[in-house]
């Protein structure tokens, strides 16, 4: 199996555990709507009539029927637990008995109002809290919320209605449903039903008409909570793609990516990528995957840039690691189920694997990809190719430590050497190359590889016989240096690679953490 189709870990565990949990739990029902008198009560009491039917054991937590006729017709042969009333100031207020339905221990129990504060004195300060807690107990609930109470849309609702929502919860709860049911009705289907009395009061209903249940702003709710259902649906096809190791994508839905860099002409993509997601109606992602390559100041500056451009325009920034660019992409995009890839327009051609571009087209598959010039108006000459020579860049300090400490470990041999019978120059072979990983890890590659070439010629010349003379007598001994100096050398490079990956890896979170803040 490949990489790119080999199932995700982490998906693999979460769906293990999300399964392992909902069999030691009740199942969550939630009946979502857009704003009050959208039906959601009415639908879950139908859903309990069925359950009945079934021969399952129903009973009524908590339904609040707004004095509505119909809804209250739907409770008949339902039984309903008593609520318990709780003193506040003076009064006796009506809440959920929450000890009662878990001492009647029925199968399947209604909550009305999931995002309900609890009056003070009640177990729990609200309502989602008991839901839990029923279904820690394994007993399924049906329940009904409407989109602005989830604290994700609580600032989006706010800047639409004008109006403060103070009752809201986790969305983390959503995420517990085993099913979420939208009940979908028009703006002007719900404002007739408003003036028909059928929501509130007469006196309410006038005021709500003028305020909240405008137009404009149950449109936006609509679209809101319509969201908010096909996140989650493409949240567990995306689940499901994972777990059943299908490579994908699934055309269900159009998702776009764009490959971010540290180039200018990266803003042009974000940008083109944002006015094609916005004419699909569809999300789109910010990809920068991190190479061990090394960023001047001035890129990281403009990556970061760039990055923040597609965070402001809407999209879901994602730094990914990996030499491969490519395949780092393409994973990331069956993960995601991305149907379209956005690459800049390659300015030249690599001759010795090809461009990225090339290689994307050849290996995309069922993936449609997209180049798109990214031209800036003012061209900038093409960034350098940054190769072994950049890698070998470094403060001629650390060439002078390289040097000093290779001298203080062959003086140490030396030593060694004279005062112990057991010490040959096999040993001394395996202490000098330990000094270059040392080297390699605290100086980087540049002077590793110094070292590496010094100490194998003060090996040959000072430790192995003949000694002080160029000349090896022995042809395993010949072998032996070569094989010594091909080691470092590769030893060297690999742990100067390990740690600049570690620094660029430390750095990366440091940025992220830069976003997130």
Do not use: C
Not at 234 to 256: C, F, T
Not at 426 to 431: D, E, K, N, R
């Amino acid at each position: 199996m490949s990489d790119l189709q080999r199932p995700d870990p982490d998906a693999l565990l979460a769906a293990i555990q999300q399964q392992e949990a909902q069999a030691l739990r009740g199942r969550l029902k939630v009946f979502l709507g857009m704003a009050a008198g959208v039906g959601k009560t009415y639908a879950m009491l139908e859903a309990a009539h069925q359950r009945l039917a079934e021969g399952r054991d129903v009973v009524v937590g908590y339904v609040e029927t707004h004095g509505r006729p119909e809804t209250q017709a739907l409770l008949n042969g339902l039984e309903v637990i008593p609520r318990q009333q709780l003193a506040y100031r003076g009064r006796n207020l009506p809440e959920m008995d929450l000890d009662a339905i878990l001492r009647r221990a029925p199968q399947v129990v209604l909550v009305d109002e999931l995002a309900h504060t609890n009056v003070p004195g009640a177990r729990h300060a609200k309502r989602y809290q008991d839901v839990l807690e029923l279904l820690h107990a394994g007993i399924d609930v049906l329940t009904t919320v409407n989109v602005q109470h989830f604290e994700s849309r609580a600032d989006a609702v706010q800047q639409i209605t004008g109006i403060v929502v103070h009752e809201t919860l986790p969305d983390s709860v959503l995420d517990l449903a085993t099913e979420v049911e939208l009940i979908d009705l028009s703006p002007e289907e719900l404002r007739k039903r408003l003036a028909e009395g059928k929501v509130y009061t007469p006196e309410r209903a006038e005021v709500a008409a003028q305020n909240f249940f405008r137009v404009g702003n149950l449109t936006a709710l609509r679209e809101m909570a319509l969201r908010l259902t096909a996140e989650r649906v493409d949240h567990q096809l995306q689940n499901y793609m994972q777990v059943k190791r299908i490579a994908g994508p699934w055309r269900s839905a159009e998702r776009l990516l764009v490959a971010v860099g540290p180039s200018p002409s990266s803003a042009q993509l974000i940008r083109w990528t944002r006015r094609t997601a916005y004419n699909l109606d569809a999300p789109w992602l910010a990809v920068y995957v991190e190479t061990t390559q090394t960023l001047s100041t001035a890129d990281q500056a403009q990556l970061s840039r760039n990055l923040a451009l597609a965070r402001e325009l809407g999209g879901e920034v994602v730094m990914a690691a990996g030499q491969d660019v490519v395949a780092v992409l393409l994973r990331l995009a069956r993960q995601r189920n991305v149907t379209q890839i956005v690459m800049g327009k390659p300015r030249g051609w690599r001759w010795w694997r090809g461009s990225l571009a090339e290689r994307m087209l050849s290996a995309s598959g069922q993936i449609d990809v997209y180049l798109v010039s990214g031209q800036t108006e003012e061209q900038t000459p093409p960034a350098p190719v940054r190769g072994l020579g950049r890698s070998l860049v470094a403060p001629l300090r650390h060439y002078a430590a390289a040097l000093a400490w290779v001298g203080l470990v062959t003086a140490l041999n030396l030593l060694l050497i004279s005062s112990l019978d057991w010490v040959g120059y096999q040993v001394v072979g395996l202490t000098e190359l330990l000094a270059v990983l040392l080297i390699a890890i605290y100086l980087g590659r540049g002077p590793a590889l110094l070292a590496a070439a010094v100490s194998a010629l003060l090996w040959n010349v000072l430790f192995i016989p003949p000694q002080f003379t160029f000349e090896i007598s022995e042809v395993q001994d010949v072998t032996l240096v070569l094989m010594y100096f091909i080691i470092a050398l590769i030893g060297g490079n690999l742990t100067a690679r390990l740690r600049l990956q570690e620094r660029r890896a430390q750095h990366n979170a440091e940025r992220t953490m830069r976003f997130i803040t």
